[in-house]
């Protein structure tokens, strides 16, 4: 119960430092996905049932606090978690090299999602605006990588050794 609220805390304070904080701080406009580097992270490690959840909730709590329209962010993690679940693998457990890789791949594929999702619901969207950020957000989200990927993987063995401990 405690890692999972501990996680639940962890989510909470990256989404208010990706909307709140990071903007301030950011000279370029454009800033590293938080959310999105740990929902990919954590859907390595976890079940693919656990990363949805993480998912729709992170990504309506972050439309709340961007005040974007409800759900968009939500569906747009959801290839984020399609890919870090199909990326289990035991490449994963063998450094940093493959999540860089997939952290490019989710990055692309959410700003896609989210392209379309903004298109469909009447928003204007540049393609080729679309495919710079996505190219220039995705090297910020390899930035990310090597300390999320630690406390995820601080957090995945904590789960993993309560779980155990509550089947015994």
Same mark, same amino acid.
Request: contains cysteine.
């Given at each position: $119960?405690?890692? /999972?609220?501990?996680?639940?805390?962890?989510?909470?304070?990256?989404?208010?430092?990706?909307?709140?904080? *990071?903007?301030?701080?950011?000279?370029? &406009?454009?800033?590293?996905?938080? *959310?999105?580097?740990?929902?990919?992270?954590?859907? $390595? +490690? /976890?079940?693919? /049932? %656990?990363?949805?959840?993480?998912a729709l909730g992170a990504g309506l709590f972050l439309d709340l606090l961007t005040q974007s329209r409800l759900g968009v962010n939500a569906l747009a993690f959801l290839p984020v978690v399609a890919i870090g679940w199909a990326s289990r693998s035991r490449y994963f457990r063998s450094g940093l090299l493959f999540p860089l890789v997939m952290t490019?791949?989710? +990055?692309?594929?959410?700003?896609? +999602?989210?392209?379309?999702?903004?298109?469909?619901?009447?928003?204007?969207?540049?393609?080729? &605006?679309?495919?710079?950020? &996505?190219?220039?957000?995705?090297?910020?989200?390899?930035?990310?990588?090597?300390?999320?990927?630690?406390?995820?993987?601080?957090?995945?063995?904590?789960? &993993? /050794?309560? %779980?155990?401990?509550?089947?015994?």
């Amino acid at each position: $119960m405690i890692p /999972r609220a501990l996680c639940a805390l962890f989510m909470v304070a990256l989404a208010y430092t990706q909307a709140a904080i *990071l903007p301030l701080v950011g000279a370029i &406009g454009i800033v590293p996905n938080l *959310l999105l580097v740990t929902l990919l992270l954590w859907s $390595m +490690t /976890r079940e693919p /049932r %656990e990363g949805l959840v993480w998912a729709l909730g992170a990504g309506l709590f972050l439309d709340l606090l961007t005040q974007s329209r409800l759900g968009v962010n939500a569906l747009a993690f959801l290839p984020v978690v399609a890919i870090g679940w199909a990326s289990r693998s035991r490449y994963f457990r063998s450094g940093l090299l493959f999540p860089l890789v997939m952290t490019v791949a989710a +990055t692309l594929a959410h700003d896609i +999602t989210l392209a379309v999702v903004l298109a469909a619901t009447g928003s204007a969207v540049a393609p080729i &605006g679309v495919a710079r950020l &996505g190219i220039l957000g995705a090297l910020l989200n390899l930035l990310v990588v090597p300390p999320l990927y630690g406390v995820v993987h601080i957090l995945d063995n904590w789960i &993993g /050794r309560s %779980e155990a401990h509550a089947r015994a």
